[in-house]
């Protein structure tokens, strides 16, 4: 990790996603902010994998059955205990478009999206997960959440590259699922969420980990990446903004990233 003595000041949290808005870039800000608070490799081993390399495969993919099945705790390895707090704090605010659609959480853990979104007034909420295993700790901290926006929420064990739905979702929210797909699917990430999103409809991705290390899950990323990903795929960057420190989900810096279906 670098250092920076250059001061960095936060945008404003406000934005209304419903109606046109104007693309952000904030690069020089990133640039300083990277410099000084990405992550190293050892750092991201420490606060956030706990040794998910050890269930990589050959082909490069990730048996995330079998991390689930060895245990996850709340709170530990990608779990955060709740809903990320800049998410969260968007959707309480308003600042996403919310209606009576439909809205999906790839790799959606225990599901603390899931619930958030329903709350928010989301008719029809799914989590895809790969994991058996996941999807019942999932369900199961969604009993425990005891409201009955929850009676909403349908948790779904597929792949998220051959998942097809009936119909098309109006939003989707990406955390910690782009960062541990093996970056050579990365462009067939994208593709596939333009195909799920409706035209008109809406991503939110958490950028997390930022940093420049090699290796995964999970893998680097950084907001140009996504930028790159995005744009051909057929999305309009609606806003790039840095979380305050003091709402870092996992304790080191993230970005939340909103971009908009090309109709």
Not at 6 to 20: E, G, I, K, Y
Not at 124 to 135: M, Y
Not at 169 to 176: L, P
């Amino acid at each position: 990790m670098t250092t920076s003595s250059a001061p960095t000041r936060h945008t404003s949290m406000r934005v209304a996603l419903a109606a046109p808005a104007t693309v952000t870039r904030r690069l020089g800000t990133y640039k300083r902010v990277f410099d000084r608070r990405a992550m190293s490799k050892r750092a991201i081993d420490g606060a956030v994998t706990s040794n998910a390399g050890d269930f990589a495969r050959q082909d490069g993919s990730t048996d995330w059955e079998g991390m689930w099945s060895r245990g996850i705790t709340k709170g530990a390895a990608f779990d955060c205990s709740r809903t990320e707090p800049a998410f969260q704090n968007a959707l309480d605010a308003k600042e996403i478009a919310i209606g009576s659609g439909r809205a999906l959480v790839p790799g959606c853990g225990r599901g603390y999206a899931l619930a958030s979104l329903a709350r928010a007034g989301f008719g029809d909420v799914v989590g895809l997960e790969i994991s058996e295993t996941a999807k019942e700790a999932c369900e199961e901290q969604l009993k425990a959440e005891s409201i009955p926006e929850t009676a909403r929420v349908e948790v779904v064990v597929a792949d998220f590259f051959a998942y097809d739905p009936k119909e098309a979702f109006d939003a989707a929210y990406d955390c910690t699922f782009l960062c541990a797909i093996d970056p050579r699917r990365r462009e067939e990430w994208a593709r596939k969420h333009a195909s799920l999103i409706k035209p008109g409809g809406t991503l939110v991705c958490l950028v997390f980990p930022v940093g420049d290390f090699e290796g995964g899950p999970p893998y680097a990323l950084t907001p140009e990446i996504v930028r790159e990903l995005l744009a051909p795929a057929g999305f309009e960057e609606i806003e790039l903004r840095e979380t305050p420190a003091e709402m870092y989900a996992r304790g080191r810096l993230e970005y939340l990233f909103t971009w908009r279906r090309r109709s």
